[in-house]
């Protein structure tokens, strides 16, 4: 069984430039994440999607960071305009349902110039 | 929200140690996992666990979900096992929240 897949694994932007990081999950998994992980910190929630609902987004800087799941399935995480603090790991995760083992993708790591 | 403690923060081992690493939380819990990130940085899920005892391998955990803590046992600890661990928990509204991890160094 494929995991969870993300790409790119990398990106270095200059600030102001918009970014963009893409997460499938694994096939038949109707709750899909997305976390942020600071250096040295645990990783944080910045949206929860069921299906193709943003059910939980109170996290999400929303002034500059969008996220869409259009079909339920794959999911897209942009960042417009990014700023040098944007500077961190995004991860993506997913779980059969809500309050069910997630499992993670290997991350982008972004950095801002 | 919930408060999530992890003990030690950091811990070094000699390969064949045994060691414990503790996870406190504040509030009831639907859910309770532990991670292990490794050095390039996948988060690797090793249990999920919101009651009781399950053992992998050289690993277990324990939680005790009436006084609000979770135990991971490494036996017999190896290089590979190094890394970070990470325990998260939620509370009703299933949101999960991490600890600030405890970085494992195993030297051969």
């Known amino acids: 069984e494929a995991g969870v897949v993300q790409s790119p694994r990398y990106k270095i932007i200059e600030k102001k430039q918009p970014v963009a990081f893409w997460c499938n999950p694994i096939?038949?998994?109707?709750?899909l994440y997305w976390y942020l992980q600071n250096l040295g910190q645990g990783p944080e929630l910045l949206i929860r999607?069921?299906?193709?609902?943003?059910?939980?987004d109170s996290q999400l800087p929303k002034d500059r960071f969008s996220a869409e799941r259009l079909k339920g399935v794959d999911s897209t995480l942009k960042i417009q305009p990014a700023e040098l603090g944007d500077s961190a790991v995004y991860l993506c995760?997913?779980?059969?349902?809500?309050?069910?083992?997630?499992?993670f993708g290997p991350g982008t790591r972004l950095l801002v110039l | 929200g919930i408060q999530v403690e992890q003990s030690p923060p950091d811990l070094i081992l000699q390969e064949g140690a045994n060691s414990t690493l503790r996870c406190n939380f504040s509030?009831?819990?639907?859910?309770l996992q532990w991670f292990h990130q490794n050095p390039w940085g996948q988060l690797i899920n090793l249990f999920y666990?919101?009651?009781g005892t399950k053992q992998n391998g050289r690993l277990s955990a324990t939680t005790v979900a009436t006084e609000r803590y979770s135990l991971l046992y490494i036996s017999s600890s190896q290089t590979t096992d190094s890394g970070v661990y990470f325990c998260?928990?939620?509370?009703?509204?299933?949101?999960?929240?991490f600890g600030k991890g405890t970085l494992l160094t195993v030297n051969p």
């Open positions: 666990i919101p009651s």
């Open positions: 995760a997913s779980s059969l349902s809500l309050g069910g083992t997630q499992y």
């Open positions: 999607y069921e299906n193709e609902e943003a059910v939980d």
């Open positions: 096939s038949g998994h109707n709750t």
């Open positions: 998260a928990s939620n509370g009703g509204n299933y949101k999960l929240t």
């Open positions: 509030d009831s819990v639907n859910n």
